[in-house]
């Protein structure tokens, strides 16, 4: 039982280019959340699937897309990165109605945009 | 939408002291309000929480209290050690399908041997 990973778990991109963040849970969990993390701004809500075949914007989702392949996957697109968008995401996931409520997050992904 | 407020931004104490740090949230129905510690370069992980039927949970050295009707909640840490050194979150939520948990900024907390 792996939890939640991701993966790249760093990146260097430059400006312009596009990448994939991937994530995955084997808790066969039905919601799951992209988060960023800047220092001192805590962690703020991307995108997020409430469950599989749904997805919403969250706090901050310009500039990214996102897409729930199916129950396990949820991955984060960046389509044309920005120096602003250098940041550590992590994904995570919860077992919603189930009176446990906890979010478990993955290792996260360290993205540096030049 | 919610909006939580933490406070202090940074707290240092001395190895066996009490910490405390505070939230308020803005959402009156928010019922779900958990805390987490997230060491450097760690991925943030669940210490406690506590639901709004109740107005104290406790587990060992960690404590949390829930004010409702002030909308604040606080984490208490007694007894601090150097292990407890790292980045603690509160975050609220509505505990519904899909829920979506609000974070404060964070408390850096440094426990000082």
């Known amino acids: 039982n792996a939890g939640v990973t991701q993966t790249p778990k760093f990146q260097v991109l430059k400006t312009g280019q596009s990448m994939t963040l991937q994530c995955a849970q084997d808790?066969?969990?039905?919601?799951m959340y992209w988060y960023r993390q800047d220092p001192g701004m805590g962690l703020r809500l991307i995108y997020y699937?409430?469950?599989?075949?749904?997805?919403d914007k969250g706090e901050v989702p310009n500039g990214y897309n996102v897409s729930r392949l199916n129950k396990r996957e949820f991955s984060l697109r960046l389509e044309s990165a920005a120096p602003s968008q250098t940041s550590v995401y992590f994904c995570a996931s919860i077992l919603s109605g189930s009176r446990q409520e906890t979010q478990y997050f993955g290792p996260g992904t360290r993205l540096l945009v030049l | 939408g919610e909006n939580v407020e933490q406070h202090p931004s940074t707290l240092s104490v001395q190895e066996g002291d009490s910490a405390v740090i505070k939230c308020t949230y803005s959402d009156s129905a928010s019922n779900y309000f958990p805390w987490y510690k997230q060491e450097l370069g760690k991925r943030p992980q669940l210490i406690i929480d506590i639901r709004s039927n109740v107005g104290e949970k406790k587990d060992q050295r960690i404590a949390v209290t829930l004010n409702k009707t002030a909308k604040h909640f606080s984490l208490h840490i007694t007894e601090t050690q150097p292990e407890d050194s790292a980045v603690y979150f509160c975050a609220a939520s509505l505990e519904t399908s899909g829920s979506r948990l609000t974070f404060g900024e964070g408390t850096q907390l440094t426990v000082n041997p």
């Open positions: 808790m066969n969990h039905n919601s």
């Open positions: 699937s409430a469950s599989e075949g749904t997805t």
